[in-house]
């Protein structure tokens, strides 16, 4: 559609849904994103995630949202459109729609000129998602990032992956929808704005049956207000709400009831799961079941990528108090082990219940 969804155009689609939920999606065998779309190790990647989608299908999972990776693209543009084919055709060989991110302002690049990011053997932190979190901090509070549409000479390039991702995939009744940046404001702050705006304007112009969304990932005030500029216009844009929450239960009931009470757009919450955090299986996935809310947590078979770690700044907060109530006994995120049993069988158990009542619904 070119232009912006009505709340009744909204509420006709969402209401054509099973309820959605899943995972973000990433093979476990991925050290990070650029691992997941570069051709080196594609097919034992491609491997590993038909065992995982199978596995995700048994659980009564029906959704996915992958990350499209423009470091990728930009070294190896043809290999990356051959690659996304094969995860979305994989997806639906396992009744799961994709959701597609398009932008994002985790891993940008730095400085006046563009340096991409090297294919290949990729470096492993070992911590949560593998990075260099003093330098990450470091460039962060410089403001020394920057997009690549904010690099004159990147920007074309960066447009045109967009472009032909949407061109390819805009009647494409696998894609469920188009997440148009991940985050808006995580990285850049408040130049997420005009970003937004010409990303939004673009996949538009290309006509999509599918819905556009940008995220809520701050949470929302009790009056209905949005923490910054850049999810005020993520919202002003979308056609359904996408709220990311990693906070415990009454902080996640808070934000999903004043979002429902003041905007009339159907919510689904793009990432979810924090178990240090008290963001659990047992309390968030039956709340959103009931609500009707669509959700995808974070992570499904630990891998590569360490996200059963906690993030860097619940360990920093833990060291400057002790007293922090965090749980560092538990997994961050994450459903299975390594051997695909589940990290937990009462949460394993639980999901698969909820799911079939969801489809007797």
Sequence with gaps: MKRQWTEQEIAAWYKSLPWLRGTNFLPSDCVNRLDMWQSIGREEHLKTAET???????????????????????????????????????????????????????????????????????????????????????????????????YPEIKPIFMEMVERVVKKY????????????????????DRAVPLLEELFALVRSLDPVQPLAADIWRGVQEDGTFNSLSEAKAYELSDFISFHSYSKYEWFLTGLYTLKKYYNRPIIVTEWLNRCNHNTVEEIYPLMMIENVGCYCWGFVQGRTYTTEPWDALWQQAEENPNVDFDFTKWQHELYRKNLHPYNPREINLIKRFNALADKK
């Excluded at 990729?122 to 990075?131: G, L, S, T, V």
Aim: hydrophobic share 35%; aromatic share 14%; net charge negative.
């Design 52 to 150: 995982e989608l199978k596995l995700s299908k048994e659980t009564g999972f029906n959704t996915v949202r992958l990350w499209c990776n423009f470091d990728v693209y930009y070294k190896e543009p043809e290999e990356f459109m051959q690659t996304l084919e094969s995860y979305i055709s994989l997806c639906a060989k396992y009744d799961h729609s994709v959701m597609l991110v398009l932008a994002y302002e985790e891993d940008l690049p730095h400085g006046e000129k563009f340096v991409p990011k090297e294919l290949g053997a990729q470096k492993e932190y070992f911590n949560h998602f593998n990075r260099d979190y003093a330098e990450q901090d470091r460039l962060l509070k410089a403001g020394a990032y920057k997009h690549y549409i904010e």
């Design 170 to 189: 805009r009647e494409d009744q696998r894609v469920l929808a188009w997440n148009v940046e991940n985050e808006p404001g995580i990285g850049i702050g």
